[in-house]
C-alpha cells in the first residue's frame, strides 16, 4: 500500500495533520507571544488612562480583547493537545485495535515522500533528533541525502495485531536499507547504539508531554493535600530536624519501568507492612543509592501503588548532623529524642528515615547516651517504622554487632547499578544540564561516561562516579569551546584526568606500538619469546579486542635469577607507561606467614588496611610485579585466582579493588634447574613449556589451576656469553652517562665490557652480579681518583684490563 494511503487510513490522520501545522514549539510560542503582547497591552492601556494620551486608551482596550482571544485560542489548541486521546496516544501508548502505529511513527511517515521511508525519516524533526543524538549533524544528514543514490523501496513490517513503534521502524532501517547502515558505519554508530538514540528521544518527547499535563490525577496527587494530615499528630519538634520527603520530589511516574531495584524497594515495603518491628537498615556504599531507594518507595507512596498498609504514610528524613550539632550534653539530647519519638508515635503516620543510623549511634554514644535503649521501645511498636542508611563499613563495624538492633532491624543490602540503569540516569539528568549550559550530549558519549566511568575511577559506587563524571565535563568542555559532547570528547577528559590511553590510537602512541620490542630491547637483552610475549597482549589491550574483565595481561615469568625477568618489568613500565613509577613491586618473600592475606588486602577484625589494596588505588594504572611469587603463602595465591581471572579482589571493608588497567607479572625460580639442564641438552625450554608446568605442579609449587589462569607462562633463558656482554656494555654506559654530568668522560671499550661480563658474572645468579663488580672494581677507582684530584671535570678516563694486573682492572686518565 501506498504510504500516504495508509497515513489517510489511520484514525490518527486528523491529529497528525494538525500537529505537523501546530507542533509543540509552535504552540508554545503562540502562548508565549499572546500571553506577553495581552500583558502589554494591559500596561499600555493602564499608562494611557492615566496620562493625556487616555483618548488612545478605548482603542488599546480593544486590542487587547483581540490578543485576550488569542491567547485563549493557544491555550484550547494546547489543551487539546493535552486530551486524553493525544495523551494516550503520546505518553501512555494506548493504541485502538485499528492503530498500526505509533503517533510518532505516524510523524515520519507523514514525511514520506514517493514511499521512501528513510528519507522521511531523516527529514523528519525526530529523525533529526535521533541523529543529533548519534552525533550527526544536520549537515551530515543533509550530505547524505544528496550521495546516497537511488531511494530503496521495500515493504514496512506492519502487523495486524501489533502496533509499529519508533524502534521498531528504525531498526528495520537500519537493517534493510545498506548505505543508512554504512553511513552510520562510517560515523561509528552501532544498532545497537542507534536504537538506544531511539530511545532516549521518545523518552524526552514522552516526559516533556507528560509534565504539561499538570491536571492529570498523579501529578494532583502530588500536591499537599488540605486536611490530609489533620488527623494525625502534630510534629513541630521533628520538623525541626527532618525534610518531609512526600513534597520534595519532582518527578515522572515514567521512572517506575526502568528501576532496577524493584526487589529491594518490594521487600522494604514487605518489611514496613508489619505489625510490629517494622525497621529495616538500607545497607550499600553509595549515598545516592541508598537514597534511589527511598526515593523509589516515596514515589510509589505519592502515587498510591504502595500496599494498602502503606498508603497513607509521610516518609521524613532525619538530618543526623543538624541534630547532633544541637546538643552538648547528655540530658537536653535525650529530652528531644523522647520528644521526637513521642510526637512521631502520636502521629502514627511516620516512616523515619535516617539518614546516617551509625553516625547518630556514635554520635550519641560520645556523649554518654544509650540511643538503643532510648528508641527501643519505637522499634517494637506498630506506630512508627523505622528506615536507617548506611555505607557496608558503618553496618559490619557499628549496627550488625549490636544485638539488640540485629532482633529488631531487617536489613537490604543494596545491588550496584547495571550499566543500562546509570545510562538511563545519565538521560534524565543531562536534560537540565544542556538547557542550562546550551551543551548537547550524544548517547555514544553517555555510553562512554557510564563505561569510563566504571573501568577508570574504581573508587566510589559506579553510578556516583558516571554523574561526577558527567558534571565534571562540563565546565572542561565550555573552556574548549565544545558545544557537542561526543564519545571523543569524554575520552580526551579521562585520557587527560587518568594519563591512560582511551580512545582513538594517537600517532606517536600507535608507532611506540609497533616499535614495541625493538624499544624494550633497548633495555632488555636477548629473551625474544618473553618480548613478543608481552609486546602482542599489550597491542591487543589496546586494540579493544582483549576481555575487559580482566587485567590487561598476566604472565609467569619463569628462569633462573640473573637472566632479566625484574628487568623486563621495569622496561616495559618505562617504554609503555611514560615512567618507571608506574611499576608496583611487592617481594613476595615478605609474605609466608598465616597473616600474609591480611597484609595483602587488609583485615576487618583489626581494621589494619591492605598494602596490595591501598598500592593499587593509588597506582590504578601500569605494571604490577610480584617477585618470587612462589614463595608467598598459599592463602595469598587463592586470592590471585580470582584477580588473574575477574580482574579485582575485594578488601576487609568488601569494596572492590580493580585490577583490570594492570599488566600483572609474576616472576618465578621454580624450576630453574630444569630450565639449565634443558639449555646443556641443547633443547630449548619454551618448546617444552608443558613439561616445565607439569615438573612445578608435581613439586606443589603451583597449582594447574593457577597457572591456567595466566595469559602466558613465559621461560626465561640462562644467559650466553654474547648476551652477558650487551648487558655489561648496558650498564657500563649507564655509569658513563653518569659521570658526564660531572664533566668526566668515561670510554666503553671492549676490553672493559669483557672484563666486567667475565669477571662479574656467574652461572648461578646470571647478570645480577655485574653491577656489584662495576660497583667494586669500576665506580670505586673513579671515586678514589676524583677525590684524589686525579680526575677532574673534563678529565677522560678509560680502563685497561689484564690479568698480570693485580686487580685486572686499572683506571688510566687519558686527559686532565
Known sequence: MNIAQLVKNSPLYPILILESVLSSRVRSRLIKISGSLFIALV???????????????????????????????????????????????????????????????????????????????????????????????????????????????????????????????????????????????????NEAELIGAVGWVVYEIEYGEYRKRWWSESNLARLPSIAKDWGFGNTSTLDQYSWDLLYGLNYSSLDYEYSTHSDEIAQIEN??????????FVVADSTSERMDVIWHLVRRIQDGVAPPALEYKRPVLF??????????????????????????SRAGNLILVFDNFAGLLQGTTILGTDFVSLVYPALTSNTIQIIGLASNDDFHHVLETNATLATTFDRIFIRPLPEESIIHNLEQTVWQIEKKNRLLFTYPALLEIARDANRYFTESDSGDKAVDLLVEIIPWAKSRGYR????????????????????????????????????????????????????NALRRARAGVRNAERPIGSFLFLGPTGVGKTETSKALAEVMFGQATKMIRLDMSEYQTPDAV??????????????????VRENPYGVLLLDEFEKTNHDVLNIFLQILDEGFFSDK????????????????????????????????????????????????????????????????????????????????????????????????????????????????????????????????????AIIQGTVKSGSVVEFIFSDDLPDKLKLLVKKT
Request: aromatic content about 10%; charged content about 25%.
Open 43 to 189: 500596561i499600555l492601556a493602564a499608562f494611557f488612562s492615566f496620562s493625556r494620551l487616555a483618548v488612545w486608551a478605548p482603542k488599546v482596550w480593544g486590542l487587547i480583547f483581540i490578543s485576550s482571544a488569542f491567547y485563549a485560542v493557544a491555550k484550547m489548541i494546547e489543551f487539546y493537545f493535552n486530551s486524553s486521546y493525544y495523551f494516550d496516544n503520546v505518553v501512555l501508548n494506548r493504541y485502538q485495535p485499528g492503530d498500526i502505529f505509533t503517533f510518532t511513527v505516524g510523524r515520519i511517515l507523514l514525511k514520506v515522500k514517493g514511499n521512501d521511508v528513510l528519507e522521511g525519516f531523516l527529514n523528519s524533526h525526530i529523525g533529526r533528533r535521533v541523529l543529533k543524538r548519534c552525533g550527526l549533524s544536520d549537515r551530515a544528514t543533509n550530505d547524505f541525502l544528496k550521495r546516497r543514490g537511488p531511494a530503496v523501496f521495500y515493504k514496512l513490517p506492519l502487523k495486524s495485531d501489533e502496533v509499529l513503534k519508533l524502534r521498531d521502524l528504525v531498526k528495520f532501517l537500519f537493517q534493510n536499507d545498506s548505505a543508512f547502515a554504512n553511513w552510520l558505519a562510517e560515523a561509528g554508530i
Open 271 to 280: 518489611i514496613l507492612s508489619k505489625q510490629r518491628e517494622a525497621n529495616v
Open 319 to 344: 538530618n543526623t548532623a543538624v541534630f547532633l550539632s544541637h546538643f552538648k550534653d547528655k540530658s537536653t539530647l535525650e529530652i528531644e529524642l523522647l520528644k521526637i519519638l513521642a510526637e512521631a
Open 484 to 535: 557537542v559532547i561526543d564519545q571523543t570528547e569524554v575520552e580526551e577528559l579521562v585520557r587527560t584526568k587518568t594519563g591512560i590511553p582511551v580512545g582513538e590510537l594517537q600517532p606517536a602512541e600507535r608507532e611506540n606500538l609497533m616499535a614495541l620490542e625493538k624499544n624494550l630491547h633497548g633495555r632488555v637483552v636477548g629473551q625474544d619469546e618473553a618480548i613478543l610475549a608481552v609486546s
Open 598 to 615: 591480611d597484609k595483602l588486602i587488609g583485615s576487618f577484625t583489626t581494621g589494619q588496611p591492605g598494602i596490595l589494596a591501598d598500592l
Open 653 to 784: 571493608t568488601g569494596k572492590r579493588v580493580s585490577l583490570r588497567n594492570l599488566i600483572i607479572i609474576a616472576t618465578s625460580n621454580a624450576g630453574a634447574d630444569l630450565i639449565w639442564q634443558m639449555v646443556r641438552a641443547g633443547t630449548k625450554p619454551q618448546d617444552k613449556v608443558d613439561e616445565l608446568v607439569n615438573h612445578i605442579v608435581e613439586a606443589g609449587t603451583f597449582k594447574p589451576e593457577l597457572l591456567n589462569r595466566f595469559d602466558a607462562v613465559v621461560v626465561f633463558y640462562p644467559l650466553q656469553p654474547d648476551e652477558l656482554n650487551q648487558i655489561a656494555r648496558l650498564m657500563l654506559n649507564k655509569l658513563a652517562k653518569r659521570l658526564l654530568t660531572q664533566g668526566v668522560t668515561l670510554e666503553v671499550n671492549d676490553l672493559l665490557v669483557k672484563a666486567v661480563a667475565e669477571l662479574g658474572a656467574n652461572e648461578v645468579f646470571g647478570a645480577r652480579p655485574m653491577q656489584r663488580f662495576i660497583q667494586d672494581n669500576v665506580e670505586q677507582q673513579v671515586a678514589d
